[in-house]
């Protein structure tokens, strides 16, 4: 990630951190507030990451359309290099955190808290902590109504990629039903996430646009917007397959 040659890097690094949060939000019920202190820290680093990996995701992206947008592709270029400057200096701002005293300390607080951790609760199980937070989703996706937001449809996004991380770490217990559970919550997130690159997407596009890159502008907004479409059309079943792994796993 330091190296900045592979995208790849900073994706797993941010998954790292949001996975940690994830986990620790799950077990909380668990451990209590043992690791508050570890979290507000994560949550820190997590909002570092955020725009440069966002915008590695959207060049991508862009750059995989720049193809088939012949003959407007010039001003397809032109937003897709405003965004490369943008990503440079997020990437300025990322690398010069991890070089502070305050990176250092969140991976020894790692060190030092970790091993130490003891449940406060012993009526607490991983497996009671994966359905509660299934259950969230659940009732998430119930209050969508037949024309759900995009804000609500992130916030969607959210409770299962929350739910999904606690039933793999309930799954280091209780096995396959768990982690099949994970695989299905898992495309769910996928799919709900495309949908939310896709606002993202026409969103900074929009804003990028200058006359001369208007028409290939126009032409990414429509294909994002057939992203969005497919995306919503596709979430029913794909929370079907969700309510039935959960029934064999609870």
Do not use: C
């Amino acid at each position: 990630m330091r190296d900045g040659t592979d995208p790849e890097a900073l994706h797993q690094f941010r998954v790292a951190t949001r996975r940690s949060r994830a986990l620790i939000r799950a077990s909380r019920p668990l451990v209590r507030d043992q690791l508050a202190a570890l979290d507000r820290e994560l949550r820190w680093l997590g909002g570092l990451t955020g725009p440069a990996r966002d915008l590695d995701v959207l060049i991508e992206h862009l750059r995989g359309l720049l193809q088939e947008l012949e003959p407007d592709r010039e001003g397809a270029e032109a937003i897709v290099g405003a965004l490369e400057h943008e990503r440079l200096r997020e990437r300025e701002t990322l690398l010069a955190a991890i070089e502070t005293a305050r990176y250092r300390d969140l991976l020894a607080r790692f060190g030092e808290t970790v091993p130490t951790l003891s449940a406060s609760d012993g009526d607490a199980s991983l497996t009671r902590l994966a359905r509660r937070e299934l259950e969230r989703l659940q009732a998430a996706y119930d209050d969508l109504g037949p024309s759900p937001s995009d804000e609500d449809l992130h916030e969607l996004r959210i409770r299962a990629k929350q739910a999904r991380y606690a039933a793999e770490l309930a799954a280091t217990a209780a096995g396959r039903p768990l982690e099949e559970l994970a695989a299905a919550l898992s495309d769910v997130q996928d799919l709900v996430g495309a949908h939310q690159d896709a606002v993202v997407a026409e969103e900074r596009v929009r804003e990028l646009a200058t006359e001369e890159s208007r028409l290939a502008a126009g032409r990414i907004v429509e294909h994002e917007r057939g992203i969005r479409r497919e995306a919503r059309a596709k979430l029913p079943n794909a929370m079907r397959r969700v309510e039935r792994r959960a029934a064999r796993a609870f």
